[in-house]
């Protein structure tokens, strides 16, 4: 099945560093949603990109999608204790309908 | 108050026993499906409906049975078959599936942990 590649597993940074997490897979994507995850939570819908070089903003969040639609990443700027769980990325490509889930980065933040 | 609720939060079962694990939603979706979470994994695909009767594997199906009776239900057994069911469940539901997919709403999710 497909298979989507999220690194890095694990990120820690100083509290007001800046945060990036990347997906890759091999095939080309319909869309690709990003999720959050709080510790001892469940995952929660932050955003879907579906545009081939798509870029979406939420505040300190800025999400992209490759020009080739194979790849997305995340970037968070000047991270705060909120930020704090495991980002994942989903995504599906053409003629499947189901999400498949990437490993998830966990940030931990370091006040 | 609309959303997905899951029963129980925690579940301890011993070893060779069937439990079912509780999925309900009242946000009138179409589409239900049950993730497996383990430490250090991302989510896992077990089965998915896209309508009431209808049911499809997922990625990791073997040792799991659902059914799809009611629009707003969908149940998980987890049989004595799985033979590492220890994990993090999941249940999720969107408004449809097929072409653009769909936001996925999911539950607080149940702890399973066999004994």
């Known amino acids: 099945g497909q298979q989507v590649m999220q690194i890095p597993q694990y990120q820690h940074v100083q509290e007001g560093e800046d945060f990036t997490t990347y997906c890759n897979s091999s095939?080309?994507?319909?869309?690709i949603q990003w999720y959050k995850q709080r510790p001892g939570g469940h995952p929660v819908f932050l955003i879907q990109?579906?545009?081939?070089?798509e870029v979406k903003k939420q505040k300190r969040l800025t999400f992209q999608f490759g020009e080739a639609k194979k790849n997305s990443s995340l970037h968070i700027t000047a991270t705060q204790t909120t930020d704090v769980g495991t980002y994942f990325c989903a995504a599906t490509n053409f003629g499947n309908e189901k999400l498949t889930f990437g490993t998830g980065t966990r940030l931990t933040i370091i006040p | 108050d609309g959303g997905i609720t899951q029963s129980p939060k925690y579940l301890f079962r011993k070893e060779g026993q069937n439990v079912t694990l509780s999925c309900e939603q009242n946000l009138n979706h179409d589409a239900m499906y049950w993730y497996r979470q383990d430490p250090g994994q991302g989510l896992r695909l077990i089965y998915y409906?896209?309508?009431?009767?209808?049911?499809q594997k997922g990625d990791i199906a073997e040792g799991y049975s659902v059914s799809r009776e009611k629009k707003e239900s969908f149940p998980l057994t987890v049989t004595s078959a799985q033979k590492n069911p220890t994990a993090f469940y999941l249940c999720a539901s969107s408004l449809r599936t097929g072409g653009s997919t769909d936001t996925q709403y999911f539950g607080p999710g149940t702890r399973l942990t066999v004994l």
């Open positions: 095939t080309t994507l319909s869309n």
């Open positions: 990109l579906v545009k081939s070089g």
């Open positions: 409906s896209q309508i009431v009767n209808d049911f």
